[in-house]
């Protein structure tokens, strides 16, 4: 998730580049950047990188109690790296594909999966 998250901001900041380079938007616009008359090249990255630190951060913190708590089960390792292969695989969606017909099953199915961590981590504290 950590390797996505920079991996996004990377893009960001290549698909602005490009826009300074070849002249699309000035240094100015990027200054006050509001998003408005944003190429879908740079707002796609930027939208994907708020989306990782939405949902996601119940993700990062589901793991650190897991942690914290010593859970050691068979299933932990395997949901939380299904979550993080769904959120990639959103991400890759989301940036070159965009369609919502591919793209929100994939979100939802990851968000069952970490409502799952979540459930799962419940059982095994308060049993």
Same mark, same amino acid.
């Given at each position: ?5 920079? +991996?996004? @901001?990377?893009?960001?900041?290549? $698909?602005?580049?490009? /826009? +300074?380079?070849?002249k699309?938007?000035? %240094?100015?616009?990027?200054? /006050?950047? /509001?998003?408005?008359? @944003? ?6 990255? $930027?939208?994907?990188?708020t ?5 996601? %951060?119940?993700?990062? $913190? ?16 395997? +949901? ?16 070159? %594909? ?5 793209? $929100? ?23």
């Amino acid at each position: 998730m950590v390797a996505l998250s920079f +991996l996004i @901001a990377l893009s960001i900041l290549i $698909t602005r580049f490009v /826009d +300074l380079l070849s002249k699309r938007k000035s %240094v100015a616009y990027y200054e /006050d950047w /509001d998003g408005t008359g @944003a190429s879908v090249a740079v707002m796609r990255p $930027t939208r994907q990188l708020t989306n990782l630190f939405e949902f996601p %951060v119940l993700f990062y $913190t589901v793991v650190a109690m897991i942690i914290a708590v010593g859970l050691r089960d068979s299933w932990m390792p395997k +949901l939380c790296w299904a979550y993080v292969a769904l959120r990639w695989m959103h991400a890759f969606i989301h940036i070159f %594909v965009n369609r919502l017909w591919i793209r $929100t099953p994939a979100f939802m199915v990851g968000q069952f999966v970490l409502l799952g961590i979540w459930v799962r981590l419940g059982f095994v504290v308060f049993n």
